[in-house]
């Protein structure tokens, strides 16, 4: 089921700010006090970081990305591995938001090899999993906006312009359009997807800081 509704990506800044200190409290709750790494953001230090949406990720840039083979992005599924398993984006591996404090996932959140881009049905399961890897300092992680709901609105099924619309909407839909088809368009309900097991791909550990 989506974890995301269509008011999601049409909340106003303040209504958005709200809502993810709101997530924040129950974040803190969630990471363990026996974490092997310590809180690293303050509300306040995360409030700057959110606020101006840098960590979220557009679909026209994903889908370029993916286009062109851009070696310097993962896609991490955050969903349950039964979802997983009915689709997912290619090339994702799938790391569920239940197991994110696993040791098994360290070395795929936390490195600066790759920029991870996390996402679920929606927008807010990908934000949560986002926020917990900041509070354990890990940089590297960005959120697919939207998710696979608005990935295939966006991308998949974009609506097409009205004729006098401005030359960049028209640009615009003409890309996702290619990208549609790229992926495969609307053939059947999630036509981007790839069936079958999760992938852990080979990643290098992330180099210690000299002291």
């Known amino acids: 089921s989506s974890d995301v509704c ?114 679920s049905n929606g927008t807010t399961r990908a934000h949560e999993a986002w926020m917990i890897s900041r509070q354990l300092g890990y940089e590297n992680n960005t959120v697919l906006m939207g998710g696979l709901n608005y990935w295939t609105e966006t991308i998949l099924n974009p609506s097409e312009p009205n004729s006098t619309s401005p030359d960049d909407e028209i640009a615009k839909y003409e890309f996702r359009k290619g990208a549609s088809q790229y992926f495969g368009g609307a053939s059947n309900s999630t036509p981007s997807a790839t069936e079958g097991k999760s992938k852990k791909p080979q990643i290098k550990r992330r180099k210690k800081k000299k002291t």
């Not at 979220?56 to 349950?80: F, G, K, T, V, Y």
């Open 6 to 119: 269509s008011s999601d990506l049409t909340m106003t800044p303040r209504t958005k700010l709200t809502a993810i200190l709101l997530g924040f409290g129950l974040i803190i709750a969630f990471v363990p006090e026996n974490t092997t790494k310590p809180f690293r953001l303050t509300a306040s230090e995360m409030l700057d970081e959110v606020q101006y949406g840098t960590e979220l990720i557009h679909p026209d840039e994903l889908a370029e990305w993916l286009i062109n083979n851009d070696p310097s992005i993962q896609l991490i599924d955050i969903r349950s591995a039964a979802e997983f398993e009915n689709f997912h984006l290619d090339d994702a591996i799938n790391i569920p938001l239940n197991q994110l404090l696993d040791n098994e996932w360290v070395d795929y959140l936390d490195q600066d090899v790759k920029m991870n881009i996390l996402y």
